[in-house]
């Protein structure tokens, strides 16, 4: 039950030496007093354009092409993963390590909590391992373990498979602790 946790582990300790890459540098960019971007408030960093005047704002600044409408918007709601990021581009800024080795034990986790799952829905031990393995080896895996601005995906994916999880124990055992977590 823990070589597959111990394989994610391996495979993504190299993320750690990572630093910062791609939209990472964007949301860097919401706590930055003078930033061309709009601040956001901490629990709303993934609403980048919710209004026409950001759309002009945007499209004056370079950031938005010329011909995007004033109708476009682009918002999702992720206060967990906003607040995540708050306190890693405010405090941990120079320390990125400390970012990844979040997600990387989120992902251990994850891996963890799809051994029950799996070991709840297969009979065959052989099955089990080669399943958890293919999860773990996954090269899928590693965008979202190696970039932290996919805190969002990596803590989607964890509470979805947990509710899995907690829902077979509620059904199978009546577990009221399941149902509450469920």
């Given at each position: ?15 750690l030496?990572m630093?910062?890459?791609a ?24 609403n ?10 945007y ?8 011909w ?11 206060p ?15 320390f990125?390590?400390?970012?990844h ?9 994850l891996?963890f ?9 297969s ?13 773990t080896?996954?090269?899928?895996h ?41």
């Amino acid at each position: 039950i823990w070589l597959g946790p111990l394989i994610g582990l391996i495979l993504t300790l190299p993320s750690l030496f990572m630093g910062y890459v791609a939209d990472d540098h964007l949301y860097h960019q919401n706590v930055i007093e003078h930033s061309v971007y709009k601040q956001r408030p901490i629990w709303d960093y993934f609403n980048f354009v919710s209004s026409d005047t950001e759309v002009i704002h945007y499209r004056e600044k370079g950031i938005l092409p010329w011909w995007t409408p004033e109708t476009f918007r682009s918002r999702t709601f992720r206060p967990v993963a906003s607040l995540i990021h708050t306190v890693l581009f405010r405090y941990l800024y120079d320390f990125p390590w400390v970012g990844h080795s979040g997600l990387i034990l989120l992902y251990v986790l994850l891996i963890f909590v799809c051994t029950r799952l799996f070991d709840r829905f297969s009979s065959s031990f052989v099955g089990i391992g080669l399943a958890i393995l293919l999860f773990t080896i996954n090269d899928t895996h590693a965008y979202s373990v190696g970039w932290l601005s996919s805190y969002n995906t990596m803590l989607s994916c964890f509470f979805g498979i947990l509710s899995l999880f907690m829902h077979d124990q509620w059904r199978r055992y009546k577990s009221r602790s399941a149902l509450f977590l469920f």
